[in-house]
């Protein structure tokens, strides 16, 4: 097994061979180290690694400079040693926090899940993967009106692809300090590829919360 982190700004690789993934040994870390953009110091964050349909191991990873939130992609042939591809996807001015990407429609529509640090929403965008390794965005929108937030997705047993993220508070900031507590963890959506090229996000398994009536009392 693999693992691919952040670690001081750039991106480390850990190995196991455990059935358990309990034990596991740092590879030449750190594998990828940051690209300066527009001259700028720049750090490495939420690596992302896949195999592409080449056979190729990839990683995005959200590279940050003081101007400018990208998303670069690293390329190697044995997931050891990594080559710096090109500039996949820029968010301009808005910070990346975190971001999950993944193929839809057997690989025809590839899509990003971006969570941006400011204004704090996560956002999807729908599009194609051109020849020189760029993401060309042709559709994008705001998940759940905004309150989603951190989102991460995953494929299930039935190739389903399932978002989970925290929701958003939006009661008063006294209100939350009085609690002691802020934000939820979202039910469980499926991520549905549109016609027109959107994407919706309805709640799955919902009767399973429903389903058993917890004791109560006034």
Partial sequence: GAAVYHCNGSICLDLTNSST?????????PIIKPVPQNSQTSILTSPRL????????????????????????FTSKDMLIWTFSNLFWTSGKLPIRTFDYFPLSNGAIHSLIVSYQTPPESHWYTGTVNRTGQFVVQHGGIVDYGA?????????????????GSINE??????????????VEGIPRKIVLNSD????FPPIEVCIFKATVLPHSY
């Fill in 50 to 73: 896949f195999q592409d349909s080449n056979g190729t191991f990839c990683i995005l990873a959200v590279s940050k400079s003081l101007n400018d939130s990208n998303i670069l992609l």
């Fill in 170 to 183: 939006t009661r008063n900031l006294s209100w939350v300090q009085s609690d002691g507590w802020d934000g």
């Fill in 197 to 200: 090229g959107s994407l919706s």
């Fill in 148 to 164: 989603v937030y951190s989102s991460g997705t995953f494929e299930d047993a039935t190739g389903r692809r399932i978002l989970i």
């Fill in 21 to 29: 993934l309990e034990d596991w040994t740092p590879y030449n870390n």
